[in-house]
């Protein structure tokens, strides 16, 4: 099956720096590879997704870049503030395979 | 947050004792999943769904069995829990695959 690896575990930044997670993943034919982030003791949401006939996908201060012959997606923050402070997980998912992987979690701090 | 809930949101149980968690969703998802949260490990997928009925184990399923006997709902029971199946447990639904899954609450698990 697939295996997601997800660096750093832990990031600390400065209020306006930006923050970039990477992961990895295992399985060539995974296809949708979507980014959560979680609070702490809130549920997981998304932030941003990207699929594979994609290369990079931006939303505001959030970007995720996508190189599949690598088979490794990266999530972009620019311009960080005190409330991008959380964990951020990565996952990956095959099309016709409903059982999606996720990677151990990225704990983000800006500091102010 | 996707009209999803789950029940209870605590439960502090003892070894050998069966648990029954539940997941209620208002969106008819067609897809329901299981996952369990513990540090180091991110989101581990233990059952899912893809239909009334219609389930299937993930990469952690050992020791836990799912049922779905309507779209709206989906239970995870620890036939006997053990400590090692102190963790969070997360519900998710999915539309339709693969794309964003919705996560509900969580439930914090305590087996003594």
């Known amino acids: 099956g697939e295996n997601v690896e997800q660096h750093p575990s832990t990031l600390s930044v400065q209020e306006g720096d930006s923050a970039v997670i990477k992961c990895t993943y295992s399985?060539?034919?995974?296809?949708?590879f979507p980014w959560y982030k979680q609070e702490l003791g809130k549920r997981p949401q998304l932030i941003i997704d990207?699929?594979?006939?994609?290369g990079e996908k931006k939303d505001q201060r959030i970007a995720v870049t996508l190189n599949k012959t690598a088979k490794h997606f990266s999530l972009h923050i620019t311009e960080t503030q005190p409330e991008d402070s959380a964990v951020y997980f990565c996952?990956?998912?095959?099309?016709?395979?409903?059982?999606?992987?996720f990677g151990a979690g990225t704990r983000l701090t800006v500091k102010p | 947050d996707a009209g999803i809930t789950q029940s209870p949101r605590h439960k502090v149980t003892e070894t050998g004792t069966p648990v029954t968690l539940r997941c209620h969703q208002t969106?008819?998802?067609?897809?329901m999943y299981w996952y369990r949260q513990d540090p180091g490990h991110g989101l581990r997928l233990i059952h899912y769904s893809y239909g009334v009925k219609d389930t299937d184990k993930g990469e952690v399923s050992d020791g836990y069995s799912v049922s779905r006997s309507k779209t709206e709902d989906f239970l995870l029971t620890l036939e006997s829990a053990t400590s090692s199946q102190t963790s969070v447990y997360f519900c998710?639904?999915?539309?339709?695959?693969?794309?964003?899954?919705?996560f509900g609450p969580g439930t914090r698990l305590t087996v003594l």
């Open positions: 990207i699929r594979s006939n994609v």
């Open positions: 998710a639904t999915q539309a339709g695959g693969p794309n964003e899954q919705f």
């Open positions: 996952a990956a998912i095959v099309n016709n395979n409903n059982d999606m992987r």
């Open positions: 969106e008819n998802h067609r897809y």
């Open positions: 399985d060539s034919a995974s296809n949708y």
